[in-house]
T-cell receptor
Framework: DTAVSQTPKYLVTQMGNDKSIKCEQN?????MYWYKQDSKKFLKIMFS???????INETVPNRFSPKSPDKAHLNLHINSLELGDSAVYFC?????????????FGPGTRLTVL | GNSVTQMEGPVTLSEEAFLTINCTYT??????LFWYVQYPGEGLQLLLK?????DKGSNKGFEATYRKETTSFHLEKGSVQVSDSAVYFC?????????????FGKGTLLTVNP
């Protein structure tokens, strides 16, 4: 059973387009996250979100916006895509209070902007 | 703020060699410590964790001990296999005032040759 799933696995698109990446977790966790991994494998937190609060990394451009239709989903919308947005994006989830923030990661979405 | 420093890679070893990947941290609170592993083309998986000083996390032959006095959490394995080839991330989790935050090191690429 997949704990954290993301779609699509690969996304190739033109500069200037708007795209979305979906994330779902079936672990019953209360907090979800989006990370960006660059070509050097460096992981950068973009957002964390629970039903109380959205915390945004201040370095993330406002072209990126998370949307949570319910507790099990946190989708990532990206407007006006740029070449520098090419990266692998990972969704993660955790049950923060009980697990000291042990996070479970999805398989990643490789975004390529042409 | 919190930070994690791990040894720069890449690390290349022969099968059955001893592995050490150094990790030190800086934290304002009393963090939990993690090692995550990313196999080629996959998402991150939790390898092991420790939540308090002198705890030893272990899994799949890997071990790491939470050393508060040296603020370290070095990863070791006595005999590596080709299948251990992956990127290894050291991480800490600490409460940041409004939420737990996971801070990652930059990752260490390990290649094990037959």
């Amino acid at each position: 059973d997949t704990a954290v799933s993301q779609t699509p696995k690969y996304l190739v698109t033109q500069m200037g387009n708007d795209k979305s990446i979906k994330c779902e977790q079936n672990l019953g966790h209360d907090t979800m996250y989006w990370y960006k991994q660059d070509s050097k494998k460096f992981l950068k937190i973009m957002f964390s979100y629970n039903n109380k609060e959205l915390i945004i990394n201040e370095t993330v451009p406002n072209r990126f916006s998370p949307k949570s239709p319910d507790k099990a989903h946190l989708n990532l919308h990206i407007n006006s895509l740029e070449l520098g947005d090419s990266a692998v994006y990972f969704c993660a989830s955790s049950q923060v209070e009980t697990s000291r923030n042990e996070q479970f990661f999805g398989p990643g979405t490789r975004l390529t902007v042409l | 703020g919190n930070s994690v420093t791990q040894m720069e890679g890449p690390v290349t070893l022969s099968e059955e060699a001893f592995l050490t990947i150094n990790c030190t941290y800086t934290a304002t609170g009393y963090p939990s410590l993690f090692w995550y592993v990313q196999y080629p083309g996959e998402g991150l998986q939790l390898l092991l964790k420790a939540t308090k000083a002198d705890d030893k996390g272990s899994n799949k032959g890997f071990e790491a001990t939470y050393r508060k006095e040296t603020t370290s959490f070095h990863l070791e394995k006595g005999s590596v296999q080709v299948s251990d080839s992956a990127v290894y991330f050291c991480a800490l989790s600490d409460y940041g005032g409004s939420n737990y935050k996971l801070t990652f090191g930059k990752g260490t690429l390990l290649t094990v040759n037959p």
